[in-house]
C-alpha cells in the first residue's frame, strides 16, 4: 500500500545526508530514511500550516495520550500521563538529564561501540567518562557483566544504555536488561535507557522497555523514545522522557524550563500525535521493507563480497559491516569505501572503543539504491 521503492530526491532541501555528502557518494551514513513519512504525518503537517497562525504550543494533551496508546499496545507498558516530558530531540535531552542527575566529578558508564554522542553526553557536566565495552563472540554482541562488575564504585552515578544497541543492532534480551538493571539498582546508578530504535525491531525479537520490568527498575530509569526514526521525522525535532521516579521528573523538568525549552514547536506537536496515532500500518509495511532489504544485503554480500560479514541485526535499520577481511587499518578502510566503492558510510572508529575494522550502513532506503550501494560495494573488493 505505501510505496517504499520510490526515489525521493534529497538534494537541495538542507537535506545533511544528501546535501553535506561529496558528489558521487552514494550518502547510506547518518540515521535517517530516504522514505517519506505517513501520508497522514504529512496531511498533519499541512493541515497546521494551512491554518497560518503559529504562537507559542501549549499542552501536548493529544501527543501524550497518542503515546500512552502507541507504548501499552506494543511495548505491553503503559506509562503514566505525568511520568511524560518532552524534548528537542533525544541526544538534547540526553545533555539535560545529565545536567540535571549528576554533580561535576561523577562518572557515567557507556558500553561502546556505541552512538557516538554517549561519548560527548557523558563528558559532560564535569563528568568523568567510563568505557564498559561490549564483547564480541562472533556471532552475537553482549554486554560485559564481569567488567561492569570491576570497573563500579561510589563515584558511578549514571548508565547511558542504548537499548535497541546502534550501531551493532542488539535487541537486548529481557535476561541481559533484568541483569543490568538490577546491578544497576544494587549500586545505586540510575539508567537512562535511549530506546530511540525500539520501534523497528524485526521479526523474532521483542524490545522490552527496562522501565517495564520490575516496579523497582521501572523507579531507577529514565526512559528516552521518540518517534523520530520509527517514521522518519528526526529533523522535526521532538522526543519524549518518560520519568515515573517523581525526583529524578522533577529535576529534569527543572532543566528542561530552564533552557527555555519547555514547549515544543507547533510542528512537532501535530506531527507526533498524528505519527502514533495513525501511523502503525505504515510502520508494520515499513518493517516488512526494511527486513526484505537486510536480506537482500546479508545474501548479496555472502555470496559475492564473501571478504565482509553482516553482524546479523536484530533491529535498528544500520548494519554493522565487519571488514576486517579487507586486511586495510582503519585509515585505508576508510579511503577505500569512499575513493573506491563510491559510498559514504560511518567509519567503525566513530563509535568508540571496538569500532575499528567495521563500517555501518543505513539501509532504509529504496532497494534499487542499495542494490546500486552492494554492487559498488562488490566492484570495489573485486576490482
Ligand atoms: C541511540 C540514538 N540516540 C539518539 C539519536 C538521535 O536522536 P535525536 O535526533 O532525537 O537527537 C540517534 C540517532 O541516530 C541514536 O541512534
Redesign the pocket.
Known amino acids: 500500500m505505501y510505496d517504499f521503492d520510490k526515489l525521493m530526491a534529497r538534494e537541495n532541501t538542507n537535506c545533511a545526508k544528501w546535501d553535506a555528502a561529496e558528489k558521487g557518494l552514494l550518502p547510506m551514513w547518518?540515521?535517517?530514511m530516504d522514505f517519506q513519512s505517513p501520508p497522514e504525518v504529512i496531511a498533519a503537517l499541512l493541515e497546521r500550516a494551512r491554518h497560518g497562525v503559529f504562537g507559542y504550543s501549549g499542552g501536548c494533551g493529544g501527543w501524550f495520550e497518542a503515546l500512552m496508546q502507541w507504548m501499552t499496545k506494543r511495548c505491553g507498558w503503559a506509562p503514566q500521563r505525568e511520568w511524560i516530558s518532552t524534548?528537542?530531540?533525544?541526544?538534547?535531552?540526553?545533555y539535560m538529564l545529565v545536567r540535571a542527575l549528576t554533580e561535576p566529578g561523577d562518572r557515567i558508564i557507556i558500553q561502546p561501540p556505541?552512538?557516538r554522542?554517549?561519548y560527548n553526553v557523558a563528558s559532560s557536566n564535569g563528568c568523568e567518562l567510563l568505557e564498559n565495552p561490549l564483547y564480541f563472540d562472533g556471532g552475537k554482541y553482549r554486554m560485559d557483566m564481569e567488567q561492569l562488575k570491576q570497573m563500579v564504585d561510589s563515584r558511578v552515578k549514571l548508565l547511558i544504555l542504548?537499548s535497541?544497541?546502534?550501531?551493532v543492532g542488539r535487541v537486548w534480551s529481557r535476561e541481559e536488561l533484568l541483569a543490568l538493571g538490577q546491578f544497576c539498582l544494587e549500586h545505586g546508578i540510575t539508567v537512562i535507557s535511549?530506546e530511540?530504535?525500539s520501534d523497528l525491531v524485526f521479526p523474532g525479537f521483542k524490545h522490552r522497555v527496562l522501565a517495564s520490568l520490575s516496579k523497582e527498575l521501572e523507579q531507577n530509569t529514565v526512559v528516552?523514545n521518540?518517534p523520530?526514526?520509527t517514521f522518519n521525522i528526526?529533523g522535526i525535532?521532538?522526543?519524549n522522557v518518560i520519568i515515573a521516579n517523581e525526583s529524578l521528573r522533577s529535576a529534569y523538568r527543572q532543566v528542561l524550563r530552564g533552557s527555555g525549552l519547555a514547549l515544543p514547536n507547533v510542528f512537532a506537536v501535530a506531527a507526533v500525535e498524528a505519527a502514533y496515532t495513525y501511523g502503525e500500518a505504515w510502520l508494520e509495511e515499513l518493517l516488512l521493507y526494511l527486513e526484505e532489504n537486510y536480506r537482500l544485503a546479508g545474501s548479496f554480500i555472502a555470496e559475492r563480497i564473501p571478504e565482509l560479514k553482516i553482524v546479523e541485526p536484530e533491529g535498528?535499520y544500520?548494519l554493522w559491516l565487519d571488514c576486517r577481511g579487507l586486511g586495510l587499518n582503519d585509515e585505508e578502510l576508510d579511503s577505500f569505501i569512499k575513493g573506491k566503492a563510491k559510498l559514504l558510510l560511518e567509519p567503525g572508529t566513530i563509535f568508540g572503543t571496538g569500532g575499528s575494522g567495521f563500517q555501518r550502513m543505513n539501509i532504509a532506503c529504496p532497494r534499487s539504491r542499495l542494490l546500486e550501494a552492494l554492487q559498488r560495494l562488490e566492484e570495489a573488493v573485486g576490482g
Open positions: 547518518v540515521a535517517d524534548g528537542p530531540g533525544v541526544v538534547a535531552a540526553l556505541v552512538y554522542p554517549f542504548c535497541p544497541h546502534n550501531p535511549d530511540i530504535h528516552c521518540a523520530s526514526k528526526p525535532q521532538a522526543s535498528t544500520l
